[in-house]
Each structure stands twice: as structure tokens, then as C-alpha cells.
């Protein structure tokens, strides 16, 4: 009977990016499968962010001068959180792509098994949205940001990752 090889799959991904890579049966670095983007994500996020900044910054505290060095210490305004939770919702739906991408490669046999390295909050929304059959792929997952990381330095951090301390 012989013997087949078994399609290891790395998924390294944060909120804007998911990197799909092909572990090599024998030794070697990871090797790039595919690449899905949000290409909006970091430029609605970066300008949530810099409109929530601008809307701290004009919110003073009552009674302030104009001109004084008092006038950031304001408190946030309800408004200011608006930008925070955007960003949620954008990570959450690409989590949710992800997901339902992971799923149609594991239905068209595509991979065998499924590491996640992941930036820690994306990793969360990436749990809640995996399937239960693709959940049963996953031999290890870690809340780590490598998305910016080339190939053979995501191997070898996975590698001591995996390597247990001589004791």
C-alpha cells in the first residue's frame, strides 16, 4: 500500500492579511500557496484611527481655555469608540472570508492539516468562525504576529517553537 503525503498547511494572518503556506514533507522552508488581502483594512482602519484621535483632541473638558495646556486632557467622547469598534467589524468579516475560505480548500482536498499563527485578537475572531471540520485540521495554533515576516523566518520560528527545551 503506499504511502500518501500529507498536504500540511500554515495559515499566518492579522486583520488585514492571511498568508497560506505549504509545509514541506521534508525538510525545508514554507512555501507560499495563496494570499488573501482586505486592502482596506489598514487604510479605513489608519484613518478610524487618526478620526477618532481628532475627535479626542477637539473634546475638552468643561470650563477649559482654548489655548491652555489643559485643553487635551479631555475625556473620550462616546464617538471616539466608533472608530475602535469599525475596526472590529472589519477584522470579524475578514475572519469570516478566511474562514469560509479555509473551508472550501478543505472540501476540495486541498490540505490534510492546518497550523495557525495568528496576531492574538485576530486569532480569537478566527476561532469563532472556523468550521467544526476545519477546527478538526488544526494540530496547533499560536498568537503570535509573523504576518510581515518572510518564509524562512516564519520556519524557523516555528521550528524553535516546536523544538522542546533539553532538560
Known sequence: MPVTEKTNWVLVADEAIARILRK????????????????????????????????RAGSAPQGSQQNSPHRLRGTA????????????????????????????????????????????????????HVSKQVAATITDTLNKD??????????????EASTPDPA
Open 77 to 128: 467622547s462616546a464617538t471616539a469608540s466608533a472608530g475602535e469598534s469599525e475596526l472590529h467589524l472589519e477584522a470579524d468579516g475578514f475572519a469570516r472570508r478566511v474562514a469560509a475560505h479555509l473551508d472550501q480548500a478543505l472540501q476540495q482536498k486541498r490540505f490534510d492539516t492546518l497550523k495557525i499563527v495568528a496576531a492574538p485578537r485576530f486569532l480569537g475572531l478566527l476561532r469563532k
Open 24 to 55: 514541506p514533507e521534508l525538510m525545508g522552508d514554507l512555501e507560499p500557496v495563496e494570499e488573501m488581502t482586505d486592502p482596506d483594512a489598514h487604510a479605513r482602519g489608519a484613518d478610524l484611527r487618526n478620526d477618532a484621535v481628532g475627535r
Open 146 to 159: 509573523y504576518i510581515h515576516m518572510k518564509n524562512d523566518e516564519i520556519t524557523r520560528r516555528l521550528d
